[in-house]
C-alpha cells in the first residue's frame, strides 16, 4: 500500500512539476536576486567597515602625534580621520540603500515567483 502511494505521491510531483516552468523559473530568478543583493550589500558593508577603520587609525596617529607634541602631524591626522569618518558615514547611508533595493528586488521576485506558482496550480 505504501509503494502505491509512493508512486501515486511520484506521478504528480511528476505531473506538477512539468507544468510549474513558469513558478520554477520565477522561484530561481528570487534566489538569483538575493544572491546579488546580499554580494551587493557585503561588498557595500565591507567598504564601509574599511573606510571607518581609516577613520579610527588616523584618530589613532592624531592622538599620538598630539602626545609627543607634534600639533601640525596631529592635525593634519585629525583632518584625515574627520574625512575619512564623513566618507564611512555616506558609506554607511548607501550600504541601508543597497540593502533595502536588495530586499525590494527580492519582495517582488518572491511576489512573481508566488503568482506563478498559484497560476500553475489554478491550470492543474
Not at 502505491?4 to 510531483?13: G, S, T, V
Not at 530586499?103 to 511576489?111: G, R, S, W, Y
Amino acid at each position: 500500500m505504501q509503494f502505491k502511494q509512493i508512486l501515486i505521491a511520484a506521478a504528480l510531483a511528476t505531473a506538477l512539476g512539468a507544468c510549474s516552468d513558469n513558478a520554477q523559473q520565477a522561484a530561481a530568478d528570487a534566489a538569483a536576486k538575493a544572491k546579488v543583493a546580499a554580494e551587493a550589500t557585503k561588498a557595500a558593508a565591507e567598504k564601509t567597515a574599511q573606510q571607518a577603520k581609516d577613520a579610527a587609525a588616523s584618530a589613532q596617529q592624531a592622538a599620538d602625534q598630539a602626545k609627543s607634541g607634534d600639533m601640525t602631524g596631529a592635525a593634519a591626522s585629525a583632518g584625515a580621520a574627520a574625512e575619512s569618518g564623513k566618507a564611512a558615514t555616506t558609506s554607511a547611508a548607501e550600504t541601508a540603500d543597497t540593502a533595502k533595493q536588495g530586499a525590494a528586488d527580492v519582495k517582488d521576485a518572491a511576489t512573481k515567483a508566488d503568482e506563478a506558482a498559484k497560476k500553475d496550480a489554478s491550470g492543474h
